[in-house]
């Protein structure tokens, strides 16, 4: 990618609404009605806010991964907060 192009990116970006999301975003059943709005919410993120975790919700996030009791359930959910970095 040329610089051009990632520093437009990078100001597009920047320029968006920050959004801080708790676990109770991240962690809601989409069964429910309130899972409904949480899973909208997490599709605007990245078009027309920001993202933030802050480092409570994300250290409960992680002891909700490690109480999974299923090894390929674990490995998934960290495999996928290591593609995010």
């Known amino acids: 990618m040329k610089p051009k192009t990632m520093s437009k990116i ?6 968006l609404p920050l959004l801080h999301l708790d676990t109770s975003i991240l962690l809601e059943s989409e069964r429910t009605e309130d899972g409904y709005y ?10 027309k806010h920001r993202g933030k975790i802050s480092l409570i919700a994300l250290g409960e996030l992680f002891l909700y991964i490690l109480g ?8 998934d959910a960290l495999e996928l ?5």
Do not use: E, M, P, W
Not at 69 to 75: E, I, K, T, V
Not at 81 to 85: A, G, H, N, S
């Open 38 to 47: 949480c899973k909208k919410l997490l599709n605007v993120v990245g078009t």
């Open 10 to 15: 990078i100001r597009r970006l920047t320029k």
């Open 68 to 75: 999974l009791d299923n090894y390929s359930d674990r490995h």
């Open 81 to 85: 907060i290591k593609l995010t970095d």
